[in-house]
C-alpha cells in the first residue's frame, strides 16, 4: 500500500524527516551538506536575540582547516527555536554562502539537524 501511494504521489518513503521534531542530534563532526568529503567541526549554534550563530572549521578532504562563522535566523517553533536560512563566511572575509542545512534547539537545550 505505502509504495502504490508513493509512486502515485511521486514521493519516497523512505524520504528523510519533515518534522524538526524527528531529525537527528547534531553531532560535533559532520558531513558538510555540500559533499566532497568536507567536514564540519564545531557546529554549536546558540540563540542570539532574532539569530542563531556559531563559529566552526571547514574540513577540507586533505586537512586542511577554515575558520568560519554562520549565521540563521531564529525562528520559534512548538517545543524550540529553529535556525534556518543559514548564511556563513570566512573569517578572513575570502569566501562567504548559505546553507540549506537548518538546526532546531529545543527547550531543553537539545540541538537536531536538518537530514
Known amino acids: 500500500m505505502m509504495l ?13 524527516p519533515d518534522s524538526p521534531m524527528d531529525w537527528p542530534p547534531l553531532t560535533s563532526r559532520f558531513e558538510s551538506t555540500g559533499g566532497g568529503g568536507w567536514m564540519i567541526e564545531g557546529y554549536d549554534p546558540v540563540i542570539a536575540g532574532m539569530r542563531c550563530v556559531t563559529d566552526f572549521a ?7 582547516v577554515f575558520r568560519n ?3 540563521f ?4 517553533v512548538t ?6 536560512n543559514g548564511r556563513w563566511r570566512a573569517k578572513d572575509g575570502s569566501s562567504s554562502g548559505t546553507t540549506p542545512l537548518r538546526v532546531l534547539i ?6 537536531f539537524r536538518s537530514p
Open 4 to 16: 502504490l501511494l508513493c509512486m502515485l504521489t511521486g514521493t519516497n518513503a523512505m524520504a528523510a
Open 58 to 64: 571547514a574540513v577540507a578532504p586533505d586537512g586542511q
Open 69 to 71: 562563522e554562520v549565521e
Open 73 to 76: 535566523d531564529a525562528v520559534a
Open 79 to 84: 517545543g524550540g527555536v529553529l535556525c534556518e
Open 106 to 111: 529545543r527547550d531543553d537545550g537539545r540541538r
